[in-house]
């Protein structure tokens, strides 16, 4: 019979990083990481095709939410534009 601590769900792991937090630079990474994640999984929300029929201002806000996970995660790393070829 497998035990519940041997099923690593993705929950699971976020806990695992955020408890593995020793020193505020690991807080920051732990941070970036999931504003990141919360970014790509927008990005995918708004390219769903039952969203296509939502209006130009549901877009806008929906992509400038994206944006700003994106922006705080560059933020936190301390990444400018200038250090990315594609920004």
Known sequence: M???????????KRDLRWNGAKT???????????????GAIGFAHVRKPENSVMGPSWLRGALAAVAGHYAYARE????????QLYA
């Open 76 to 83: 936190v790393m301390g990444i400018t534009d200038e250090d």
């Open 2 to 12: 497998q035990h519940i601590r041997d099923i690593a769900t993705e929950q699971s």
């Open 24 to 38: 505020l630079a690991a807080c920051d990474r732990y941070m970036a990481i999931e504003a990141q994640r919360a």
